[in-house]
């Protein structure tokens, strides 16, 4: 007799029901928009409606892409707001229009990017303090340092950096949001991927079994820094200018993201591509209210709203599909 | 082959080690017994470099080693289960299986159908068929948890195998496997230490055996009957283990279940008195669990009668099997999940759900409460201060459940239902939670006792009601209640109901 196998679907909707519910909620928020638009403006979307909304969403894309992987080592990175603020702070000061100092300052951007999530992680793994302790106070420090860059909102972003980056009269973020997807699912298949997860399941476990634990929660942090600093650059290119507090709303954004896209605050489950999902679905939330005729002093108010009714929605799914997976794997299992 | 030499171990003031040596012969299956707390786990972490000795050497080979980290010990070809289980929840079973040898294939990527098939093929070279190398260990059994920590050990073919506690929470089939597993072990050249609570487990593996006490190793025999055995690890006589069953049942009926039906249970009815001891048997996993839960009120049940005290009950969550009427009320086997709260102060944890009784106004008296408790402690032998402000989590396992049933006498219950509530117990407490449960049926309670050593519900029940797949098969009385008639009547696949 062999070992009891599934099908692979079995195990794609039962483990991955989160994820499944992410790829849910975004496609009944897309029909809501299509919707509210057609009954405002009594047309279908047009295509620049389309790629300027795709272009709106990618900070969040990229910002929230980094938190979900810092939570699923079961930590939090208060600090990618900071990070949005300086960097695109830095961007607005230094870019000129040359190929040269676009790529240059973009390295650069995202180098200090990476450099804020090392010390967060340095800070956490070798300081042994608690990430939201580190990432707090580095936050404020950054703020800090963007205000110093960038006293008031301003400078310039070379138009030809934002028709790369913040395109909204052809599909180009669509291939940012691929970039995203693919180097998700490429980490998820090198043993840095499965390592961050098995530190989010159990780092002492993890630890016992010869994972660094260490080095995969540092790497979570630079990753979400580089994350961050790639969110601040499509932030300036999206408003060809700076802002020194631009990034501040993304921070509590970002996690509204992760929660939707269902990764687990506990570490250990959940997916990055939900988590992209899920950056869509509250960018899109916002554009819905507009065409709701929802006044936006409002917005905040149905946003919460809506989030705490997705999550509800989440668990009953979830609890609802374990518990039929029990009952049908209790009846194909061999006694002993 | 392995040696450790006059190992010391403190925790605080606790000292869990004191100078314990034991040697492991090339070969043998050496089993460490003793109660609870005698050291046997502390000296297997600091064998497999998880705790660190304050003093004493470590020999392997002849040669003296340091055992700073896991990894270390791993290298040196140590291979250790350890009670407390160390799977990744949510990753498959396969990544847990093949975590430090994950199949890569072009660029370093993980091969994941590879990953699936290589853990197939190592789960069924060690014999095991029922676990699905793409599930999760959240969702498998404990036991099965405990297979796949087990065959993971095995997989990187240590020389030296260090098991504690690994049959805690495996049926017998499954414990079967283990020691066959073992025994290929050995037969292979591997040396094997192997700690139990179960002598007989312990009587039909080891080759040889070291019994601690105290933190120390106080013998090293080839052979050593029960009898000895106790008297080595408990230092003192215990005469007979079991107290007399109490005779004295009235016609009282306090528990009635008539046909209640679930998931797992398929119409189960019985019957408790008052003054009762009716023990629940049958192989693990029949649906005992299930029968406890749905009593108390933490399962629902999808059909059937509950009636206590001739009162027709609906019992849908705890609070209710607690206020219905007599009170029913559940000990667990597990502890620290279900009832207690282990930081806080063994008062605390005693008077929390009857606090109100001693207020007046809505002020505690506190006079009041630490007379009810000190009284409690005192009657139920818990090991603590008589104040009881020693926080819970410092106490042992038999001593927490000594609170938590306490909890429910203070509350007034009057049906206990005691699940499995000797589980990695020492067998000093043992005893004195075998007094107490006689004591409490005298005192006129009416308890349904399950354990998973069939010898306790043969030695305390009058009555014994054996379960397979969700119903109750057999009803054994007097003098039928014998070890052996549970076991055949739990295995027997046509018996007569």
């Known amino acids: 007799m062999s070992v009891v196998r599934r099908s692979r679907w079995s195990y794609l909707s039962l483990q991955q029901a989160p994820l499944l519910l992410a790829f849910v909620m975004l496609g009944i928020t897309v029909a809501a928009y299509v919707l509210f638009f057609d009954l405002r403006l009594h047309h279908l979307p047009t295509a620049f409606a389309w790629d300027s909304t795709i272009s709106n969403a990618l900070p969040l894309v990229f910002v929230a892409a980094g938190q979900g992987i810092v939570v699923l080592t079961r930590s939090l990175d208060l600090s990618v707001g900071g990070i949005m603020d300086l960097t695109n702070s830095l961007a607005a000061t230094h870019m000129h229009s040359s190929v040269p100092s676009m790529l240059l300052w973009s390295l650069i951007v995202l180098a200090v990017g990476g450099a804020t999530g090392l010390v967060n992680g340095l800070l956490v793994t070798v300081g042994r303090l608690q990430p939201i302790v580190v990432t707090i106070a580095t936050m404020s420090i950054l703020q800090g340092l963007a205000a110093w860059v960038l006293p008031q909102p301003g400078g310039n972003i070379p138009a030809s950096y934002t028709n790369i980056l913040a395109n909204s009269n052809s599909p180009l973020g669509l291939v940012f949001i691929g970039v995203v997807a693919v180097f998700w699912l490429l980490l998820r298949r090198f043993r840095l991927g499965i390592a961050l997860y098995a530190v989010g399941n159990d780092a002492e476990a993890a630890n016992a079994l010869g994972i660094n634990v260490r080095r995969i929660r540092t790497s979570a942090f630079v990753l979400s820094g580089i994350m961050s600093a790639a969110a601040g650059l499509f932030l300036a290119a999206g408003s060809s200018g700076g802002d020194a507090t631009g990034g501040d709303s993304y921070l509590l954004a970002s996690f509204a993201a992760v929660v939707l896209g269902g990764v687990s605050f506990f570490g250990g489950r959940g997916s990055v591509i939900g988590v992209v999902c899920g950056a869509g679905v509250v960018t899109l939330l916002v554009s819905v209210l507009f065409y709701a005729n929802v006044n936006s002093f409002y917005e905040s108010f149905y946003q919460g709203i809506f989030l705490i009714g997705a999550v509800l929605l989440g668990m009953v799914v979830t609890s609802l599909a374990q518990r039929r997976a029990r009952g049908s794997l209790r009846r194909s299992r061999r006694r002993w | ?497």
């Open chain 2, 1 to 497: 082959m392995l040696e450790a030499v006059d190992i010391a171990k403190s925790f605080g003031e606790v000292q869990a080690l004191a100078g314990a040596s034991f040697s492991l012969a090339p070969g043998e299956v050496h089993g460490l017994v003793g109660e609870n707390g005698a050291g046997k786990s502390t000296l297997i972490k600091v064998l497999s470099g998880v705790l660190r000795p304050d003093r004493g050497q470590v020999f392997l080979n002849g040669r003296r080693v340091v055992v700073p980290s896991p990894a270390v010990a791993r290298r040196l070809g140590l291979g250790t289960v350890f009670q407390e289980l160390t799977l990744l929840r949510w990753m498959t079973v396969a990544e847990n299986l093949l975590l430090d040898d994950l199949p890569r294939g072009r660029g370093g990527l993980v091969q994941r159908r590879k990953l699936a098939d290589r853990a197939a093929a190592v789960l069924s070279s060690y014999g095991v068929e029922s676990i699905d190398p793409l599930e999760v260990p959240d969702r498998l059994s404990l036991a099965d948890q405990q297979i796949l920590e087990i065959v993971r050990t095995l997989r990187r073919q240590p020389s030296i195998l260090l098991l504690d506690e690994p049959t805690a929470s495996l049926s017998a089939g499954q414990v079967d496997w283990l020691f066959a597993q073992v025994r290929r072990f050995r037969t292979e050249g591997g040396s094997v230490v192997f700690t139990s609570h179960r002598w007989k487990e312990v009587e039909e593996l080891v080759d040889r055996l070291t019994v601690f006490r105290n933190g120390r190793d106080v013998a090293t025999r080839e052979r050593l009957d029960e009898s000895e055995a106790v008297v080595l690890m408990t230092g003192r006589r215990l005469g007979e283990m079991y107290p007399p069953v109490p005779t004295a049942t009235s016609e009282d009926v306090l528990l009635e279940v008539r046909e209640v039906r679930s998931n797992v249970l398929d119409g189960v009815s019985f019957s408790v008195r008052r003054g009762e001891i009716l023990g629940i048997g049958g192989l693990a996993g029949q649906g005992q669990r299930e029968l406890f839960l749905t009593l108390f009120g933490a399962r629902r049940a999808k059909g059937g009668e509950i009636v206590v005290g001739g009162q027709r009950r609906r019992i849908r969550r705890p609070k209710d099997a607690i206020r219905s009427g007599l009170g029913i009320a559940l000990v667990p086997e597990d502890r620290k999940q279900e009832g207690l709260l282990l930081p806080l102060s063994v008062r605390d944890n005693l008077t929390l759900p009857v606090v109100g009784r001693f207020a007046i106004a809505g002020l505690i008296r506190r006079a009041e409460e630490r007379r009810h408790v000190g009284e409690l402690i005192a009657r139920l032998q818990v090991k603590t201060t008589r104040s009881g402000s020693q926080a819970v989590e410092t106490l042992s396992g038999g001593n927490q459940q000594k609170v938590l049933i306490g909890r429910w006498l203070l509350a007034g219950a009057q049906v206990l239902l005691l699940y499995d509530i000797t589980r990695g117990v020492d067998l000093g407490t043992k005893h004195d939670l075998y007094k107490l449960v006689a004591e409490l049926a005298e005192a006129g309670h009416a308890i349904v006792f399950y354990s998973s050593d069939t010898d306790e519900t043969a030695h305390l029940c009058q009555r014994v009601l054996v379960m397979r797949e969700g119903r109750v098969v057999r009803e054994l009385a007097g003098a039928q209640v014998e070890p052996e008639a549970i076991v055949a009547a739990s295995v027997m696949e046509t018996a007569e109901v």
